[in-house]
């Protein structure tokens, strides 16, 4: 019902910038309440980055505060996270989510962000 496509992963030096996409498609697709960005770094389970629902409203895990910036285009579908002042710790698999309620349903196939140090 709902496919999300992820993008903007890549390699980058510490204190860098990167910027993931991610965009929904599909017949419920503009019925999305809330998006979010998940990572999960080797060995280590998936942990919660950053979300935004349809009224513009954002939330963010401490790690990442005053650093990513979450935003959406509801017309588009579509969700972006700025990160910046990019940390070695950083470095995961980034995943878009889509919900309707209160739990993600939908997941993307994931973008990978290296931040070497």
């Known amino acids: 019902q709902v496919q999300l496509v992820e993008s903007g992963g890549g390699l980058v030096q510490a204190g860098g910038s990167l910027r993931l996409s991610c965009a929904a498609s599909?017949?419920?697709?503009?019925?999305?309440?809330?998006m979010g960005w998940f990572r999960q770094a080797p060995g280590q389970d998936r942990e919660f980055v950053a979300a935004i629902n349809n009224g513009g409203i954002t939330k963010y895990a401490d790690s990442v505060k005053g650093r990513f910036t979450i935003s959406r285009d509801n017309a588009k579908n579509t969700v972006s996270l700025q990160m910046d002042s990019l940390e070695p710790d950083d470095t995961a698999v980034y995943y878009c989510?889509?919900?309707?309620?209160?739990?993600?349903?939908?997941w993307g196939q994931g973008t990978q962000v290296t931040v070497s140090s």
């Open positions: 599909g017949r419920r697709a503009s019925s999305i309440f809330g």
């Open positions: 989510a889509a919900r309707f309620m209160t739990e993600y349903e939908y």
